[in-house]
């Protein structure tokens, strides 16, 4: 009959060839090395326990390979999450703790002895991805049912950290007690669940490169706003509540980048991109200088007010690259949408009313009068 550990060894050794595949077709990430190494040592670590759990060779080799694989694994969440901090102090008590363990091994400690020291060693340094994830503020499904994964096998660790010295007796051989029905419901419970931790982070780092890749061919490169397709695709969302739409531009700014270079006309650009975004509505770069933002639920004259802030605040920014004395001025155009309608409907009156804006001396707002019925569709 195959043990549970080799069933284990097997686990990980098909997670380890998963992870090694994935890692050489998306991008080498560090995330995805991480969890690759997880479960290379997880693999290395259950065939020692397999195949000579009483020898010194293999206790030691347990003794290292199991703490190491859980401190590789909450590197592998400090990537996915993209986190930089390192608990380095964390990592020196698993060290102390693990050549503890080793040197009690070494003195002839019964297992029973000697078994609290691996025990707190492999929950303290599980208790690092713990603490990452708890910290995440964007958790969702993934990371919750991660988290509370991970919880369950610190608490498999402490509980055999604290009761096996009450229970069994202190010169009892490991053999004896591994055959019994506490020591293989816990080596069960936590085989099952650090597998199920490892395809719950590959998982999460999958989906998160996917994520990536859609958010790259939905904004603009330069200023992380919608591009020029995604926000059309937007707009043709029919809308329950009706809104305004505003058209705007940089004014002469071409002679921005003539006069000042292509730098500091980019700089320019994400300034008033970073303007448009921290407006809390949905903005997209349609053009070379030209932006666009859909204003959800707002009347033209509230979105008036809005768009006439947002003109005060950069004209009177102090832009990269350019004399203390040179200010930048930019043009807007608004037009409605009502209820049932697509903002996309307000498109061309909101660009016609930007033209307004330019025709009429620049640095300022202008509303379309044309009403929103009396719209076409606009491309």
Not at 54 to 81: H, K
Not at 184 to 213: D, E, K, P
Not at 219 to 241: I, M
Not at 270 to 298: H, K, M, N, T
């Amino acid at each position: 009959m195959v043990s549970l550990s080799w069933v284990t060894t097997g686990g990980f050794a098909i997670l380890a060839v998963l992870c090694v595949s994935v890692f050489f077709g998306m991008r080498r990430l560090t995330s995805l090395a991480w969890l690759t190494a997880t479960a290379v040592a997880a693999t290395v670590q259950t065939a020692f326990l397999a195949d000579a759990h009483e020898m010194v060779l293999s206790s030691i080799a347990v003794s290292i390979l199991t703490p190491l694989a859980y401190i590789c694994f909450g590197q592998s969440i400090r990537a996915a999450l993209g986190r930089d901090e390192q608990n380095r102090w964390l990592y020196v008590a698993v060290a102390l703790l693990t050549v503890l363990g080793i040197g009690l091994k070494l003195a002839d400690v019964p297992f029973v002895l000697r078994t609290p020291v691996f025990q707190f060693a492999c929950a303290l340094a599980l208790f690092d991805s713990l603490q990452r994830l708890m910290n995440f503020r964007e958790r969702r499904v993934v990371e919750n049912v991660l988290l509370a994964v991970v919880g369950c096998v610190i608490a498999i660790f402490v509980l055999r950290g604290v009761a096996y010295p009450l229970i069994f007796p202190a010169d009892m051989a490991y053999g004896v007690l591994r055959a019994s029905m506490l020591e293989r419901a816990t080596l069960l419970f936590s085989a099952v669940f650090s597998v199920l931790a490892m395809f719950l982070l590959l998982a999460r780092i999958i989906n998160g490169v996917i994520v990536n890749y859609r958010r790259r061919s939905e904004c603009d490169s330069l200023t992380g706003l919608l591009n020029h397709q995604a926000f059309h695709q937007l707009g043709g969302v029919v809308s329950k509540v009706g809104g305004s739409v505003v058209f705007c531009d940089i004014d002469h700014f071409k002679t921005i980048n003539d006069r000042f270079g292509h730098l500091a006309g980019d700089k320019a650009l994400c300034a008033f991109a970073d303007l448009l975004r921290a407006s809390g509505y949905q903005a997209g770069r349609v053009g070379g200088e030209e932006f666009a933002v859909i204003v959800p639920g707002l009347s033209g004259q509230a979105a008036m007010i809005e768009a006439d802030r947002v003109r005060k605040k950069f004209k009177d920014l102090q832009h990269a690259g350019m004399p203390p004395e040179w200010w930048i001025s930019a043009s807007f155009g608004i037009a409605e949408y009502g209820a049932g309608q697509t903002p996309q409907s307000a498109f061309g009156r909101a660009d016609a009313a930007l033209y307004q804006a330019k025709t009429a001396g620049r640095n300022r707002v202008v509303r379309s009068e044309v009403p929103a019925e009396a719209e076409t569709e606009a491309a």
